[in-house]
């Protein structure tokens, strides 16, 4: 019942923009979140965003920004200033309680290729 679908993703160039779209469906959550994960590494935590509050990693603070429209129940992910440690495969999450430890929810990915 619950799903979450990434989209937006693509190929762009060393500081350029892309804008990530997670379309979510079954319900509402207090808390999305976007993860990331490259080739090699393990997933990461890149933003999260509540009814009040967002979060960022360090490293795409001033560069990324989430937001949502809760009356389409649609989250986003403005990706500025984009760098090629960037690229990977962008995740949708949400947790099904807005202090649960862990994300609940996810979604498939779309990838981010950024080119140097």
């Known amino acids: 019942q619950v799903q979450l679908v990434e989209s937006g993703g693509g190929l762009v160039q060393a500081g350029g923009s892309l804008r990530l779209s997670c379309a979510v469906s079954?319900?509402?959550?207090?808390?999305m979140g976007w993860f990331r994960q490259a080739p090699g590494k393990e997933r990461e935590f890149v933003a999260s965003?509540?009814?009040?509050?967002?979060h960022y990693t360090d490293s795409v603070k001033g560069r990324f920004t989430i937001s949502r429209d809760n009356a389409k129940n649609m989250v986003y992910l403005q990706m500025n200033s984009l760098k090629p440690e960037d690229t990977a495969v962008y995740y949708c999450a949400a947790k099904q309680y807005m202090y649960s430890e862990s994300y609940d929810y996810w979604g498939q990915g779309t990838q981010v290729t950024v080119s140097s």
């Open positions: 079954g319900r509402t959550f207090s808390t």
């Open positions: 965003i509540s009814w009040s509050s967002t």
